[in-house]
């Protein structure tokens, strides 16, 4: 098993590597009234390029940030200058949020070398370390495309996972939302979940500090909630987002989980798919 994350006295130790790549992937929703790039501009860890999942995205859907095409992709990122023989370092000013989006991009495009920064950039200025503001100014590469479509699911294979039992799938999202007892934040969306789902809020996950819990915590997290590790997980949330995160704490156990990418703002827009209440 390779740990999927580093930590920040790791990268302190290897800032300014030549085959290392930082990506700053900070996000947050249109509630929280955060933009990730201004925060970006303002101070990032130096070298750090940022990576904006609602432009780098299919926008040709009334979806928020689904994966572009993997021709789209690679051009996107080789601006940034992420070849695919850097070890990339993907963080977020969250703890560990949108940097696992970041991270599962990346490995559904083909790249085997990436990592999450462990607690983010918010542990990194906890910690007192240095940081650098302004736009960056990478130097383009050239990156082929790549598509890992083990790692990505769409309502039709999340439908037919749930009526078939040979995936199972795990919802991010808080219990209140997934039970349908709260609205959802997005407009338009039925409340509630799939039927067969397991609820495995993406924040019980994390510890504190925003760091992700260490790999016997996460296990016994996924069994209590009635995850069974030795079968497939398809993860889902309400935008693809914290789903990401799920699929991070499954890899640092050593298990690789597909992420449905339209997730509940997709399935709860729909007039065909399947929608319930409750536990």
């Known amino acids: 098993m390779i740990d999927p994350l580093v930590t920040t006295t790791w990268l302190a130790e290897h800032l300014g590597d030549p085959d290392i790549r930082l990506v700053d992937g900070s996000w947050w929703m249109p509630a929280e009234k955060r933009s990730g790039k201004s925060e970006y501009l303002e ?5 750090a390029v940022f990576f904006d999942i609602d432009a780098i995205a299919d926008n040709s859907v009334d979806l928020p940030h689904m994966l572009p095409t993997p021709a789209a992709f690679a051009a996107a990122v080789g601006e940034l200058g992420l070849d695919r ?25 083909g790249f085997q070398h990436v990592s999450v920064l462990d ?3 918010r542990m990194w200025l906890a910690e007192g370390r240095r940081v650098e503001g302004g736009p960056s100014a990478p130097k383009a590469v050239s990156v082929s495309a790549a598509f890992d479509a083990d790692r990505v ?7 037919d996972a749930l009526s078939k039992g040979t995936e199972q799938v795990v919802d991010a999202r808080a219990a ?21 789902a397991i609820n495995t ?9 925003g760091t992700l819990k260490p790999a016997g915590e996460l296990t016994g997290i996924f069994t ?3 995850v069974d590790l030795d079968r497939p997980v398809i993860t889902t949330c309400g935008s693809g987002v914290t789903a990401s995160v799920i699929a991070l704490a499954l890899a640092r156990l050593g298990h690789q989980a597909a992420v449905y990418d339209g997730s509940w703002t997709e399935w709860g827009g729909l007039d065909d798919t399947p929608v319930v209440t409750g536990p």
């Open 43 to 47: 101070h990032h860890i130096p070298g």
């Open 85 to 109: 023989e850097a070890h990339i370092i993907c963080y977020d000013s969250f703890g560990i949020r949108a940097a696992a989006r970041v991270w599962w991009s990346l490995r559904a495009m």
């Open 119 to 121: 607690g983010g950039l």
């Open 153 to 159: 699911r769409n309502s039709q294979q999340v439908m």
């Open 176 to 196: 209140a939302r997934f039970r349908g007892e709260t609205p959802e934040p997005r407009a338009g969306l039925r409340s509630g979940h799939m039927p067969g």
């Open 201 to 209: 809020p993406f924040d019980t996950l994390l510890t504190l500090d």
């Open 224 to 226: 209590s909630a009635g």
